[in-house]
């Protein structure tokens, strides 16, 4: 049998929070698998680890009893279920996501939501786009995909960030569990309503078409898969615009060239490679096995940390830099195997199509005063916390 892998002691969360990728750079090159002790957990940081862990669903589990998540979100969701119990409850809300479904009715709503909220931005000032455009755009985008456009964009992002909290309560304290309770309360009587008014008036959103199903899955799976949606689906596309616009206002040459070729979709793959909003993901170890000649054994943690992956130097060349025209960019920031991203296709659009021709058709020459304003955190989701653009 192989030996452990090498145990970490030195790595801490503020030190990962704060700038990981100095420390991804050097375990991608010294010690690709590796036990981190402050994280409790075995890191891997290279691209073809990470996609073999998700694509082996069997051997590396989604359904890991030790976190916080179930009782975050007072059920067990389809993120951290597999097999056919998971197959069965994301089909469930597959219909909302469909490209016809997305070309119809997402698009046209988006466009007109990003018309307004970009309309109300004061022009010829600094603005921090995070909370004057990027969350509120991300909260109502995503309620009127889900069927719940009576939340307030504030009540999306409040719930949003209490489950994410809830769900990273690794020490298991009260207070944040109280304010996911609270939270979950607020959303069980908004979704009790609304159900009564998706019966009556069906949709293509994603309470809709649950509710409506032939053969629907539990209540306390539509409601608890909504949840996680609202977890889910507004800090990737808020971080990633956020991502995006800095990564094109500090290369101005890239952001002509963009312009000039319409290429807003390679801007949006390039900003989630290089900063990926979800950066780790974690698995539990079915059966004894071995990574890179490390042995994992069962019952053991492994994350994924696609940040990293997204940087590999078997994969890229200057992966620590934003380059828009890249040979190739085979990231892995919606995931791979059974739980890949399941608004992947709606993050592109509503982020890459839709916002940012529009703000750069209205702002055309936006700037970025001082970049070095912009503060980045995160280790499990990352961005940037402020971005102070000149609107002009
Ligand atoms: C740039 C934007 C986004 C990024 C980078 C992103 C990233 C991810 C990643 C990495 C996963 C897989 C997690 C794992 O393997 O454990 C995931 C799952 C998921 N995402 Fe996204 N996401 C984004 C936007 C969205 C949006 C807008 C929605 C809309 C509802 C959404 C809904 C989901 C759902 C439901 C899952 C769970 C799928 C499953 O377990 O089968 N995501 N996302």
């Known amino acids: 049998m192989a030996d452990l892998a090498p145990l970490d002691e030195t790595i801490t969360l503020d030190r990962l ?13 010294e010690a690709p698998v590796i036990r981190v002790k402050a994280a409790g957990r075995t ?95 991300a909260a109502r985008t995503l309620a009127v995909l889900l069927g719940i456009e009576d939340a307030s964009d504030e009540e999306m992002q409040r719930w949003s960030q209490h489950l994410i909290d809830g769900a990273g309560n690794f020490g298991w304290r009260d207070e944040p569990f109280e304010r996911t309770d609270r939270a979950n309360d607020e959303m069980d009587a908004l979704f009790d309503r609304l159900q009564d008014v998706h019966r009556a008036k069906p949709n293509n959103s994603a309470l809709s078409v649950m509710v409506n199903a032939d053969d629907p899955i539990p209540q306390s799976q539509i409601y608890s898969n909504i949840k996680i949606a609202i977890g889910g689906g507004i800090n990737e596309p808020r971080d990633a615009l956020n ?24 801007a949006f793959e390039e900003g989630v490679r290089w900063v990926a909003p979800i950066s780790v993901s974690s698995r ?46 085979p990231h892995q920031s919606f995931g791979n195997g059974p739980h890949f991203c399941q608004g992947t296709h709606v993050a592109r659009r509503s982020v890459g199509r839709v916002m940012l021709p529009l703000l750069f058709d209205r702002f055309p020459n936006m700037s970025l005063p001082d ?16 971005l102070p653009v000149l609107l002009q």
């Open 17 to 29: 929070d704060r700038d990981p990728f100095p420390i991804y750079r050097r375990l991608r090159a």
């Open 43 to 137: 890191f891997l940081t290279k691209a073809a680890d990470t996609k073999f862990v998700k694509d082996n669903p069997g051997l590396f589990s989604s359904d890991d009893p030790n976190t916080p998540m179930k009782r975050a979100f007072r059920a067990h969701t389809l993120m951290r279920k597999d097999g056919e119990a998971h197959q069965r409850e994301r089909m469930a809300m597959a219909p909302a996501f469909s490209p016809k479904v997305i070309t119809q009715d997402w698009i046209p709503a988006f466009e007109k939501i990003a018309e307004e909220y970009v309309s109300r931005l004061p022009r010829g000032e600094v603005v921090d786009l995070f909370p004057a455009l990027a969350g509120p755009y």
């Open 243 to 266: 991502t995006i616009l800095f990564g094109l206002l500090t290369n101005p040459d890239q952001l002509d060239e963009v312009r000039g070729n319409d290429d807003w979709d390679k």
């Open 284 to 329: 539990l170890v079915t059966e004894d096995t071995e990574i890179r000649g490390c042995a994992v054994p069962k019952g053991d943690t492994v994350m994924t940390i696609q940040a990293s992956a997204n940087r590999d130097e078997d994969l890229y060349e200057r992966g620590e830099e934003f380059i828009v025209y890249r040979d190739k960019n």
């Open 371 to 386: 970049p070095d304003a912009v503060i980045w955190r995160g280790f499990g989701f990352r961005g940037p916390v402020n």
